[in-house]
């Protein structure tokens, strides 16, 4: 937990619509599809680049928790998107995966 990181700060005290144990899942505040959610672990890495310290059984149980959470909003056709690095369009540094879909 680093008090400087805005998502620590929203993995603690943020309106999560959905949550496991060591992620949580928030609405993007600025949406860029019908439905676009974040998921984010507890534990801060600055990236997927440094996806090697997660240990292994935390990452499949993130990965699952990314497809739960698409399916308890509904969705059937979806985005997953990680955005690693500033010229990729990564703004926040603690690792997040972007949910979207909801199109007709
Ligand atoms: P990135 O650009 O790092 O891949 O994704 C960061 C995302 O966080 C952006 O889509 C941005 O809209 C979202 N975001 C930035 N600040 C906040 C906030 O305070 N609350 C929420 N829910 N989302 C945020
Ligand atoms: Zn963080």
Redesign the pocket.
């Known amino acids: 937990m680093t008090e400087s990181c805005?998502?620590c700060r929203?993995y603690r005290d943020?309106?999560h619509v959905a949550a496991t144990e060591g992620f949580v899942a928030?609405?993007?505040?600025?949406?860029?599809a019908p439905v676009?959610l974040?998921v984010l672990p507890e534990r801060h890495i600055d990236s997927f680049r440094e996806i090697g310290e997660l240990p292994p059984d935390e990452t499949k149980r993130m990965l699952e928790f990314v497809a739960d959470v698409a399916a308890r909003e509904g969705l059937t056709d979806y985005r997953v998107?990680?955005?690693v690095g500033p010229s990729a369009?990564?703004?926040?540094?603690h690792l997040?995966w972007?949910i979207k879909g909801g199109w007709s």
Do not use: E, M, W
Request: proline residues 4%; negative net charge; charged residues 10%.
């Open positions: 805005l998502f929203l943020g309106d928030i609405r993007d505040i600025n949406p860029q676009h974040l998107a990680v955005n369009g990564q703004t926040v540094f997040h972007h």
